[in-house]
């Protein structure tokens, strides 16, 4: 069975940091694509960033040059390094993993509030 269990969140001023971590459980970690996605309120899920297992990354044009996704393959985490961060950066961030057999998990999100 797969555990997603996200870390990090809180509250933030503007041009803030926050660091996000996601532990996993299980097998999956050394076959999946892992990824960050946010939700604000009212709107859709979007992506974040993602990063293979090979270390290639892709980011939301929205979060580049501020947010860094990578992961420690000893550890099992996948983290996220949210620099210069922006009040329209507040949402819900959920970790997500995906298997070679587009399987898709999802932790419970945490909460990410930057004020103005």
């Known amino acids: 069975q797969v555990h997603l269990v996200e870390s990090g969140g809180g509250l933030v001023q503007a041009g803030g940091s926050l660091r996000l971590s996601c532990a996993t459980s299980?097998?999956?970690?050394?076959?999946?694509?892992m990824g960050w996605y946010r939700q604000a309120p009212g709107k859709q899920r979007e992506l974040v960033a993602t990063?293979?297992?090979?270390?290639?990354?892709n980011y939301a044009d929205s979060v580049k040059g501020r947010f860094t996704i990578s992961r420690d393959n000893t550890k099992k985490m996948v983290l996220l390094q949210m620099n210069s961060l922006k009040p329209e950066d507040t949402a819900v961030y959920y970790c997500?993993?995906?298997?070679?057999?587009?399987?898709?998990?999802w932790g419970q999100g945490t909460q990410v509030t930057v004020s103005s």
């Open positions: 997500n993993a995906k298997d070679p057999f587009t399987n898709a998990y």
């Open positions: 299980g097998t999956i970690f050394s076959l999946a694509t």
């Open positions: 990063i293979t297992t090979a270390g290639t990354t």
